[in-house]
Protein backbone atom coordinates (compact mmCIF):
# COMPACT_ATOMS: atom_id res chain seq x y z
CA UNK A 1 0.00 0.00 0.00
CA UNK A 2 1.02 3.38 -0.79
CA UNK A 3 2.10 5.42 1.81
CA UNK A 4 1.91 9.03 -0.58
CA UNK A 5 -1.04 11.32 0.05
CA UNK A 6 -0.28 13.31 -3.24
CA UNK A 7 -1.31 10.80 -6.15
CA UNK A 8 -5.02 11.54 -8.32
CA UNK A 9 -8.11 10.93 -6.42
CA UNK A 10 -11.72 11.76 -7.08
CA UNK A 11 -13.78 12.27 -3.61
CA UNK A 12 -17.54 12.96 -3.21
CA UNK A 13 -18.13 14.31 0.41
CA UNK A 14 -21.62 12.95 2.05
CA UNK A 15 -22.94 14.29 4.93
CA UNK A 16 -26.17 15.98 6.38
CA UNK A 17 -26.34 19.81 7.41
CA UNK A 18 -23.74 20.50 9.87
CA UNK A 19 -22.21 17.58 9.73
CA UNK A 20 -18.35 19.51 8.95
CA UNK A 21 -18.16 18.52 5.17
CA UNK A 22 -16.96 22.05 4.33
CA UNK A 23 -14.73 21.99 6.79
CA UNK A 24 -12.96 18.67 5.76
CA UNK A 25 -13.54 19.24 2.48
CA UNK A 26 -11.26 22.14 2.91
CA UNK A 27 -8.47 20.41 5.16
CA UNK A 28 -8.20 16.82 2.75
CA UNK A 29 -8.48 19.04 -0.09
CA UNK A 30 -4.92 20.40 1.56
CA UNK A 31 -3.35 17.53 2.55
CA UNK A 32 -4.23 15.92 -0.48
CA UNK A 33 -3.25 18.60 -2.87
CA UNK A 34 -6.17 18.84 -5.07
CA UNK A 35 -9.44 21.22 -5.85
CA UNK A 36 -11.94 21.55 -3.27
CA UNK A 37 -14.67 22.20 -5.54
CA UNK A 38 -18.13 23.42 -3.34
CA UNK A 39 -21.61 23.84 -5.44
CA UNK A 40 -22.27 27.01 -3.37
CA UNK A 41 -19.38 28.97 -4.34
CA UNK A 42 -19.55 27.71 -8.02
CA UNK A 43 -22.89 29.66 -7.73
CA UNK A 44 -21.53 32.93 -5.75
CA UNK A 45 -19.00 32.90 -7.99
CA UNK A 46 -20.54 32.52 -11.19
CA UNK A 47 -23.19 34.54 -10.18
CA UNK A 48 -20.73 37.65 -8.86
CA UNK A 49 -18.64 37.20 -12.41
CA UNK A 50 -21.97 37.36 -14.33
CA UNK A 51 -21.32 34.31 -16.23
CA UNK A 52 -23.57 32.69 -19.01
CA UNK A 53 -24.56 29.87 -16.57
CA UNK A 54 -24.34 32.31 -13.34
CA UNK A 55 -27.21 34.66 -15.09
CA UNK A 56 -29.02 31.34 -15.78
CA UNK A 57 -28.71 30.23 -12.29
CA UNK A 58 -29.00 33.63 -10.50
CA UNK A 59 -32.74 33.68 -12.91
CA UNK A 60 -34.01 30.60 -11.08
CA UNK A 61 -32.53 31.71 -7.33
CA UNK A 62 -34.50 35.12 -7.49
CA UNK A 63 -37.45 32.87 -7.79
CA UNK A 64 -37.15 31.19 -5.90
CA UNK A 65 -36.43 28.29 -7.31
CA UNK A 66 -33.82 25.23 -7.41
CA UNK A 67 -31.36 25.29 -10.36
CA UNK A 68 -31.97 22.80 -12.65
CA UNK A 69 -29.74 19.47 -12.71
CA UNK A 70 -28.89 20.34 -16.04
CA UNK A 71 -26.95 23.80 -14.75
CA UNK A 72 -26.04 22.91 -11.96
CA UNK A 73 -23.83 19.94 -14.18
CA UNK A 74 -22.47 21.98 -16.51
CA UNK A 75 -20.89 24.35 -13.73
CA UNK A 76 -19.37 21.10 -11.77
CA UNK A 77 -17.87 20.26 -15.36
CA UNK A 78 -16.93 23.68 -16.25
CA UNK A 79 -14.88 23.61 -13.15
CA UNK A 80 -13.93 20.29 -13.24
CA UNK A 81 -11.78 21.70 -16.38
CA UNK A 82 -9.41 23.86 -14.94
CA UNK A 83 -5.86 23.23 -14.20
CA UNK A 84 -6.34 22.85 -10.47
CA UNK A 85 -8.26 19.62 -10.83
CA UNK A 86 -5.10 18.11 -12.52
CA UNK A 87 -4.31 16.04 -8.83
CA UNK A 88 -8.27 15.55 -8.32
CA UNK A 89 -10.51 17.26 -6.65
CA UNK A 90 -13.00 16.83 -3.51
CA UNK A 91 -16.95 17.28 -4.49
CA UNK A 92 -18.63 18.98 -1.54
CA UNK A 93 -22.51 19.64 -2.20
CA UNK A 94 -22.87 17.45 -4.98
CA UNK A 95 -24.65 15.34 -6.07
CA UNK A 96 -27.45 15.72 -4.06
CA UNK A 97 -29.62 13.03 -6.24
CA UNK A 98 -29.30 9.57 -8.01
CA UNK A 99 -30.45 11.48 -11.09
CA UNK A 100 -27.44 13.88 -10.47
CA UNK A 101 -24.90 11.18 -9.53
CA UNK A 102 -25.55 9.65 -12.69
CA UNK A 103 -24.84 12.99 -14.65
CA UNK A 104 -21.65 13.30 -13.00
CA UNK A 105 -20.82 9.34 -13.95
CA UNK A 106 -21.48 10.95 -17.65
CA UNK A 107 -19.22 13.74 -17.36
CA UNK A 108 -16.40 12.21 -15.46
CA UNK A 109 -16.69 9.15 -18.38
CA UNK A 110 -16.49 11.55 -21.06
CA UNK A 111 -13.39 13.27 -19.43
CA UNK A 112 -11.79 9.92 -18.95
CA UNK A 113 -11.99 10.55 -15.14
CA UNK A 114 -13.53 7.59 -12.42
CA UNK A 115 -14.72 8.28 -8.67
CA UNK A 116 -11.95 7.14 -5.91
CA UNK A 117 -14.22 7.31 -2.91
CA UNK A 118 -17.16 8.56 -1.58
CA UNK A 119 -16.72 9.61 1.99
CA UNK A 120 -20.37 9.75 3.94
CA UNK A 121 -19.80 11.64 7.24
CA UNK A 122 -22.15 10.22 9.66
CA UNK A 123 -23.42 12.31 12.77
CA UNK A 124 -26.43 11.95 15.00
CA UNK A 125 -29.50 14.45 13.82
CA UNK A 126 -29.50 15.98 17.48
CA UNK A 127 -25.51 16.67 17.40
CA UNK A 128 -26.27 18.12 14.09
CA UNK A 129 -29.36 20.42 14.97
CA UNK A 130 -26.96 21.78 18.09
CA UNK A 131 -24.42 22.54 15.80
CA UNK A 132 -26.35 24.19 13.60
CA UNK A 133 -28.21 26.18 15.81
CA UNK A 134 -24.92 27.37 16.97
CA UNK A 135 -23.14 28.89 13.90
CA UNK A 136 -22.24 32.09 12.09
CA UNK A 137 -22.55 32.64 9.01
CA UNK A 138 -20.30 35.94 7.15
CA UNK A 139 -22.97 38.62 5.52
CA UNK A 140 -20.50 39.67 3.04
CA UNK A 141 -18.80 35.98 1.47
CA UNK A 142 -21.60 33.79 2.68
CA UNK A 143 -18.59 31.82 4.70
CA UNK A 144 -19.53 29.14 7.72
CA UNK A 145 -17.93 29.24 10.46
CA UNK A 146 -19.55 26.53 13.36
CA UNK A 147 -18.92 27.76 16.59
CA UNK A 148 -18.11 24.21 18.02
CA UNK A 149 -15.01 24.35 16.02
CA UNK A 150 -14.24 28.51 15.40
CA UNK A 151 -15.22 30.77 18.31
CA UNK A 152 -17.72 33.68 16.68
CA UNK A 153 -15.13 36.60 15.72
CA UNK A 154 -16.08 40.22 14.74
CA UNK A 155 -14.95 39.76 11.25
CA UNK A 156 -14.78 37.44 8.61
CA UNK A 157 -10.91 36.15 7.95
CA UNK A 158 -10.90 34.43 4.89
CA UNK A 159 -8.24 36.55 2.74
CA UNK A 160 -10.94 37.93 0.68
CA UNK A 161 -13.29 39.02 2.67
CA UNK A 162 -13.69 40.85 6.67
CA UNK A 163 -17.43 41.06 6.28
CA UNK A 164 -19.47 40.94 9.72
CA UNK A 165 -20.51 37.45 11.15
CA UNK A 166 -24.55 37.12 12.30
CA UNK A 167 -26.63 34.18 13.08
CA UNK A 168 -29.45 33.24 10.27
CA UNK A 169 -32.84 33.25 11.29
CA UNK A 170 -33.92 30.33 10.22
CA UNK A 171 -31.00 28.10 12.37
CA UNK A 172 -33.81 27.48 14.15
CA UNK A 173 -33.88 24.07 16.10
CA UNK A 174 -36.79 23.18 14.21
CA UNK A 175 -36.21 24.63 11.12
CA UNK A 176 -32.77 22.28 10.55
CA UNK A 177 -34.49 19.36 11.71
CA UNK A 178 -36.89 19.86 9.09
CA UNK A 179 -33.55 20.56 6.90
CA UNK A 180 -32.08 17.07 8.14
CA UNK A 181 -35.44 15.25 7.01
CA UNK A 182 -35.18 16.63 3.76
CA UNK A 183 -31.33 15.66 3.09
CA UNK A 184 -31.39 12.16 4.19
CA UNK A 185 -35.07 11.79 2.12
CA UNK A 186 -32.77 13.47 -1.07
CA UNK A 187 -29.56 12.24 -0.30
CA UNK A 188 -29.66 9.55 1.68
CA UNK A 189 -30.39 7.01 -1.65
CA UNK A 190 -26.86 8.02 -2.33
CA UNK A 191 -25.68 5.72 0.02
CA UNK A 192 -26.99 2.59 -1.36
CA UNK A 193 -25.97 3.72 -4.74
CA UNK A 194 -22.05 4.59 -4.48
CA UNK A 195 -22.42 1.23 -1.63
CA UNK A 196 -23.35 -0.76 -4.80
CA UNK A 197 -20.52 0.26 -6.61
CA UNK A 198 -17.36 -0.27 -3.86
CA UNK A 199 -16.87 3.25 -3.22
CA UNK A 200 -18.38 4.18 -0.31
CA UNK A 201 -16.34 4.46 2.90
CA UNK A 202 -18.62 5.49 6.33
CA UNK A 203 -17.18 8.29 8.48
CA UNK A 204 -17.70 8.74 11.77
CA UNK A 205 -18.05 12.40 11.84
CA UNK A 206 -18.56 13.04 15.61
CA UNK A 207 -15.71 14.53 17.61
CA UNK A 208 -13.23 16.98 17.43
CA UNK A 209 -12.32 18.53 13.66
CA UNK A 210 -9.06 16.80 13.95
CA UNK A 211 -10.24 13.41 15.22
CA UNK A 212 -12.30 13.37 12.11
CA UNK A 213 -10.05 14.26 9.74
CA UNK A 214 -7.54 11.62 10.53
CA UNK A 215 -10.35 9.14 10.15
CA UNK A 216 -10.57 10.66 6.73
CA UNK A 217 -7.07 10.49 6.16
CA UNK A 218 -6.88 6.89 6.76
CA UNK A 219 -9.99 5.82 5.19
CA UNK A 220 -8.04 7.39 2.04
CA UNK A 221 -5.13 5.79 2.73
CA UNK A 222 -6.86 2.61 2.19
CA UNK A 223 -8.37 4.08 -0.84
CA UNK A 224 -4.20 3.97 -2.04
Given amino acids: MSTSMHCWRGIILLGGPGSGKGTQATLLAQKLGVAH ?3 GDLFRQNIKLE ?5 LAK ?26 CANGFILDGFPRTIAQADALN ?5 MQLSLTAVLNLRVAPEVLVDRLSRRWTCKSCGAVFPEFSLPPRAGCKKDICDGELYQ ?27 AARGLLIQIDGEGSIESVHQRIIEAVRCKD
Fill in 106 to 110: RVLAD
Fill in 37 to 39: IST
Fill in 59 to 84: AYIEKGELVPDDVTVSLVQERLKRPD
Fill in 168 to 194: RPDDRPETQRHRIEVYHEQTAPLEAYY
Fill in 51 to 55: TPLGK
